[in-house]
């Protein structure tokens, strides 16, 4: 069974938050102005466990989720996460192929934790880094985390055969995008599959601005100026990031341009915070509780049955229709949906 929502987009894609927590304050997430030490993240109590979120899991699974992705906040700060990602490797779709297991993560833990997450069997892994500058990257983490740490989980990474490894990159005009070609020279040399992100309107307290997002088209400009690029064609339907691949062989990057150029009309994707919220859009308002379902008695199939209804009535399409007025609705805060 696999319900189609309003505009006929199925549901591929899960993001699964497994804490709100996070050790960076990034400014385009958590400022360290808003979330600073007596910010009060969720009690214990209210996360979900690992067996709901398998649960839930299997069930999203059973209505045609293919790919999961572990997020947060940043998932490495959740204790005994290898024992999850067991429980989901361990998942298969109905006609019986695995899952497409992923991870996102900021890095700092990640030289430390590859090695027991691929033998979990997570599958690949996403890392976050906006420079290879410490100045500059300290300027977007918030605490001044350097770039050294978490390319030694880049390293661990390869290392552990988390392939291919994707690098995020939130460009945010005036503060990194001197940055861009150096890291696309250092992504070529090393391997890794960099993807430059527009700077978002996620939530409603990381100060957005229009003006101080670089334009897809220009950020293609930067690199293919350096290395001559082309359009490749998606790999699969619903994929977030245009592809460009460069003329030499060396490799390929990616933009994700929410704004720019939104992929409303293909997204297959749902997200499942840390405690229990399942939203149907990045930019959501609100969200509905299967916490509750999962802890009220509901049976599998009751389970299955409400997570249908809910993706069936899906009508977003919020970066299609982004206007001053939506920009500034108290959407969710990234952290707390899991980007």
């Known amino acids: ?7 006929g987009r199925p ?25 600073g030490r007596d910010y009060a993240f969720l009690p214990k109590e209210q996360v979900l466990s690992f067996e709901e ?7 999203f699974v059973a209505l045609g989720v293919e790919k999961l992705r572990i997020t947060g906040g940043e998932p490495l700060v959740r204790r005994e996460l290898p024992t999850l990602i067991a429980e989901l490797a361990a998942l298969r779709t109905p006609d019986g192929r695995p899952l497409d297991l ?8 990640l030289a430390a934790l590859a090695g027991p997450l691929a033998d979990a069997g997570l599958r690949r892994v996403t890392v976050s880094l906006d420079s290879l500058d410490d100045a500059v990257f300290g300027a977007m983490n918030g605490v001044d985390f350097p770039v050294a740490r978490v390319l030694d ?3 661990a990474a390869l290392e552990a055969g988390l392939t291919p490894v994707k690098i995020n990159m939130v460009v945010r005009r005036g503060i990194n995008e001197s940055s861009v070609v150096p890291m696309a020279r250092w992504a070529r040399e090393t391997g890794v599959v960099l993807r430059f992100i527009e700077y978002m309107d996620v939530g409603h307290s990381n100060g957005w601005r229009l003006d101080e997002v670089v334009p897809a088209q220009e950020l293609i400009d ?9 359009p490749a064609d998606p790999s699969y339907r619903g994929e977030v990031a245009g592809r460009w691949t460069y003329l030499d062989g060396l490799g390929e990057f990616g933009i994700i341009s929410s704004v720019t150029r939104p992929f409303c009309r293909d997204c297959t994707r749902a997200r499942l915070s840390a405690d229990g919220k399942l939203y149907t859009c990045l930019f959501a308002v609100a969200g509905r509780d299967v916490r509750a379902v999962l802890r009220d008695g509901s049976s599998d199939e009751e389970l299955v049955t409400f ?10 399409r919020y970066s299609e229709l982004r206007s001053q007025s939506t920009s500034d609705l108290p959407k969710v805060e990234m952290f707390a949906m899991g980007g």
């Open 307 to 316: 997570l249908a209804e809910v993706w069936r009535a899906r009508d977003d």
């Open 53 to 59: 979120i398998e649960r839930a899991a299997r069930a």
């Open 11 to 35: 549901l591929h894609d899960l993001r699964i938050s497994v804490t709100d927590r996070c050790n960076f304050r990034c400014t385009y997430c958590m400022p360290k102005e808003v979330f």
């Open 1 to 7: 069974m696999e319900p189609l929502d309003t505009l």
């Open 102 to 109: 992923t991870l996102t993560t900021n890095g700092a833990a």
């Open 222 to 230: 930067l690199v293919s100026g350096v290395w001559p690029a082309e």
């Open 153 to 155: 989980g880049v390293d």
